[in-house]
């Protein structure tokens, strides 16, 4: 024989799934929120670093320029090293280039400890070496025009260049790939594995 069922117990019960579907909801809407969030400040954190890191590398080849081709201008302005007025005009050109470049200079500096560590809370330990490895790159590059500008080499090893751009576009790329595939912050697959080696 079944028990018999009042429909207060009905209405308990069914009270009670509502509330577990809803808190379940809550839940959901919650980490969708987050996630969101997330993949929203990871793409904040790239766009910044790198508008920031083309600047310097853009502003710092306009300076290795200015010094290695120094008959040709990026501007298209030709300059005869015979004519005295031309040249004046080309060291004009430069310490325009080179206070440029400071000025990109100051700001990358003071922005790079917090992009090293935003870099390794969003996107991973790797690529947290990777900026590292790209800052060394550009102190190897700063170093060169420092030796360029005070005619300390007479031709600057242009492997450091080509082997930055390479770099650059690596990082940038695969900061892309994260953000895309939704691998930022606790979504990162390494924060995933902390995750489960603590449960």
């Known amino acids: 024989m079944l028990p018999f069922v009042t429909p207060a117990v009905i209405a308990g019960a069914t009270a009670l799934i509502g509330r577990y579907f809803q808190k379940n909801r809550v839940k959901a809407e919650e980490k969708m929120i987050q996630r969101k969030a997330q993949i929203a400040e990871a793409n904040r954190i790239f766009e910044k670093l790198s508008k920031e890191m083309s600047e310097r590398n853009v502003l710092m080849m306009d300076v ?21 007025k ?25 922005d790079l400890p917090l992009f090293l560590v935003q870099t390794k809370r969003y996107f991973g330990v790797a690529m947290y070496h990777e900026l590292l490895k790209i800052q060394a790159q550009f102190v190897k590059m700063h170093n060169i025009f420092h030796a360029i500008m005070h005619d ?18 690596a990082f940038n790329s695969e900061m892309i790939r994260h953000i895309q595939e939704e ?12 995750g489960s080696a603590k449960k």
């Open 183 to 194: 691998e930022v912050g606790t979504l990162h697959p390494e924060y995933q594995k902390k």
């Open 152 to 169: 300390e080499i007479p031709e600057p090893d242009i492997g450091y260049k080509d082997r930055l751009i390479e770099m650059i576009h």
């Open 86 to 110: 031309k040249k004046e005009d080309l060291e004009d050109e430069r310490e325009k280039r080179w206070d440029a470049y400071q000025e990109i200079l100051i700001r990358w500096n003071t």
């Open 64 to 84: 290795f320029w200015s010094y290695t081709h120094s008959d040709k201008l990026n501007s298209g302005t030709i300059i005869k090293k015979k004519d005295a």
